[in-house]
């Protein structure tokens, strides 16, 4: 094997097959390469400018169009090859330079649990999903054929125009094991079992066979492109870097995207602080649609299983950012419980006024609570709870909001609430005085607040959407109210 020019590779010279096999440098493209002299003979043997003495690339290997099956395999070759420069990181996806301030979207670690506010999680057949402590990760496991564990994160993350989105997921044990597919990136699918329709996103593969990154669209593959064909480092010690990949130990995947619909998509490992982009891929001037249906997309990691043996699947950290600042530029829109009180009658028992949750066909909309005010106009004190995903008596029936993605539903005196987990809460005074309420009570009294809480609407991998209610308690028993709520709609 001998050197190519200086410090930038070697080559393997099969006269009989007329091919030229490159290593350690990733040629992207046949114009890389300029003309080659056989120094034993003193003849060119590829000049893209001569008749009969050009060639085709594939995965590294020049196959020539000029006949050297008299050389010898020894022969010396003058090579000298065009390095592309280094897709760096220095610059975001839309090649502006990169500064500290990150916006984080979503941020999740398992330090103690399985992030279950955050995370769904679907198990079947014997599959299982375990979480460790010790090694602050939930480690994913199929024993049998037709088993598969999938996590995904139940709120989508918002991508804004303009700005590049940026990916890190950090995982160990994609290595291939006979007859199981592992999965982990930013995507969707469709809400029915076995969750393998209408991919949409973008994603890390092991198949069992092959490594490969995939882009999806409803469905439609776009992209699926295998180790040896990435186009930056191939990352098998062959590439740019001279980095082997080594799937079985722990790693950092990082990728960011500029989308627009058509923009592009880089793919990088972390390794020793540095990053090493080892493929991109190119949608504007190149496909007639958008890449994927949604910027809009989960986090997911999934393992499955199609035959005899096992598999392990173990996730640790991810993290969503936009670089730069998100500009709150989404529709703010509001609901209320009209001119008809709420009566809250027992100091037993918690009442939904107003509950939110997202259309069906809206799930990758962020919706933001921003505030709410509640006005009692009876003389009874009160707690106000705002309550995620609680048990509501009755019935609490969601509509549409007019030009929004969202539903409400407002309650009723039989709308009791139990369960759920209370994510916001404050106290309330009554009205005060006389004369000036309904019933004689006096001035009502009105609470207000703001919320900010990571917690948002999302649903569950089988479509089961998020509730979050507003609920009073009152302190003392016959407690008017009306309530209203302000949100924020990020598309």
């Not at 005010?373 to 509501?392: G, H, K, M, Q, R």
Request: hydrophobic residues 35%; proline residues 2%; aromatic residues 10%.
């Amino acid at each position: 094997m001998a050197q190519i020019g200086v410090d930038l590779g070697s080559y393997t010279f099969d006269a009989s097959a007329k091919t030229i096999t490159f290593s350690g440098v990733t040629i992207q493209s046949i114009e890389q390469i300029k003309p080659i002299v056989n120094g034993e003979r003193a003849v060119v043997i590829f000049n893209p400018a001569e008749s009969g003495k050009f060639g085709s690339l594939s995965n590294n290997v020049l196959t020539l169009d000029f006949d050297t099956t008299s050389y010898a395999d020894t022969d010396a070759l003058y090579i000298c090859i065009k390095e592309e420069a280094k897709e760096p990181f220095s610059v975001d996806a839309f090649g502006r330079s990169r500064v500290s301030e990150l916006t984080t979207l979503i941020d999740i670690k398992h330090l103690y649990d399985k992030q279950p506010l955050l995370v769904d999680e679907v198990l079947n057949g014997t599959a299982t999903s375990v979480h460790s402590t010790s090694t602050s990760s939930v480690e994913m496991s199929t024993v049998a054929s037709g088993d598969y564990a999938i996590r995904q994160t139940k709120q989508r993350l918002n991508y804004q125009n303009g700005k590049s989105q940026l990916i890190l997921q950090t995982f160990s044990g994609l290595d291939h094991e006979a007859n199981v597919t592992k999965r982990i990136g930013y995507f969707s699918s469709s809400s029915t079992a076995p969750y393998t329709a209408s991919l949409d996103g973008i994603f890390l593969q092991s198949d069992g066979t092959n490594y490969s990154i995939n882009v999806y669209r409803e469905g439609t593959q776009v992209f699926s492109v295998n180790q040896s064909s990435w186009n930056l480092d191939t990352m098998d010690g062959n590439g740019a870097s001279g980095i082997n990949i080594d799937f079985s130990k722990s790693q950092i995947l990082a990728y960011d995207f500029e989308w627009l619909g058509v923009g592009g998509i880089r793919f990088a490992f972390v390794i020793d602080n540095k990053f090493y982009y080892f493929h991109k891929t190119k949608n504007s001037n190149v496909n007639a649609d958008v890449y994927m249906a949604s910027p809009n997309q989960p986090l997911r990691w999934e393992i499955r299983q199609t035959g005899t043996g096992s598999g392990n699947l173990k996730t640790i950290c991810s993290t969503v950012s936009s670089e730069g600042a998100i500009n709150q530029v989404g529709r703010v829109l509001s609901a209320n419980t009209g001119t008809t009180a709420l009566t809250a009658s027992s100091s037993s028992n918690t009442y939904a006024c107003i509950g939110i949750r997202l259309k069906a066909a809206n799930l990758d909309t962020v919706v933001s609570l921003l505030d709410y005010a509640i006005l009692a106009t009876t003389s009874d004190n009160y707690l106000f709870e705002i309550i995620y995903n609680p048990t509501v008596a009755g019935t609490f029936t969601y509509s549409d909001v007019n030009d929004s993605s969202v539903q409400i539903a407002t309650g009723a005196t039989a709308n009791t609430v139990t369960g759920g987990t209370v994510i916001f809460s404050s106290y309330g005074t009554g009205a005060t005085g006389g004369g000036g309420g309904p019933g004689g009570q006096g001035a009502g009294s009105v609470a207000q607040s703001s919320i900010d809480n990571a917690i948002r609407l999302g649903a569950e991998l089988d479509g089961t959407r998020d509730e979050i209610v507003l609920t009073v308690t009152p302190l003392t028993n016959g407690l008017d109210v009306y309530t209203s709520i302000n949100w924020r709609e990020l598309i």
